[in-house]
């Protein structure tokens, strides 16, 4: 079974910079996989953030872009998101997903696309 393990979050002033971190136990293809990241927040829908193919490719939604960098250490089953000049704007609840099957980098950002979710690392920024 999949599991999926966030950390890295807290709290920050804006402009400042954190890594997020998420590692995927029980999966033995994880390098065959495309990952990503989603954030939350209150009384907001669940938007994606970042993803990686199998490949490497990578796609970033247009408020992140520039700012964010998305990586994964298949040797690690780790996926990390680095988070410089943050705004206030980026406070949610971050979490990385995993897709059932392995596949076409189509609409990489979509919340549907995946299956398998971890239980979210907390990201406050204040300004």
């Known amino acids: 079974q999949v599991q999926l393990v966030e950390s890295g979050g807290g709290s920050m002033q804006a402009g400042g910079s954190l890594r997020l971190s998420c590692v995927a136990s029980?999966?033995?293809?994880?390098?065959?996989?495309?990952m990503a990241w989603f954030r939350q927040a209150p009384g907001k829908e669940r938007e994606g953030v970042a993803a990686?193919?199998?490949?490497?490719?990578?796609a970033y939604t247009d408020s992140v872009e520039g700012r964010f960098t998305v990586s994964r250490d298949n040797a690690k089953n780790t996926l990390y998101l680095q988070m410089n000049s943050l705004k206030a704007e980026d406070t949610a609840l971050y979490y990385c997903?995993?897709?059932?099957?392995?596949?076409?980098?189509?609409?990489?950002?979509?919340?549907?696309?995946?299956?398998?979710w971890g239980q979210g690392t907390q990201v406050t920024v204040s300004s």
């Open positions: 997903a995993r897709p059932s099957y392995t596949g076409a980098w189509d609409e990489p950002l979509t919340a549907a696309r995946y299956f398998y």
């Open positions: 990686i193919g199998p490949d490497g490719r990578t």
């Open positions: 029980g999966d033995t293809y994880y390098s065959l996989y495309s």
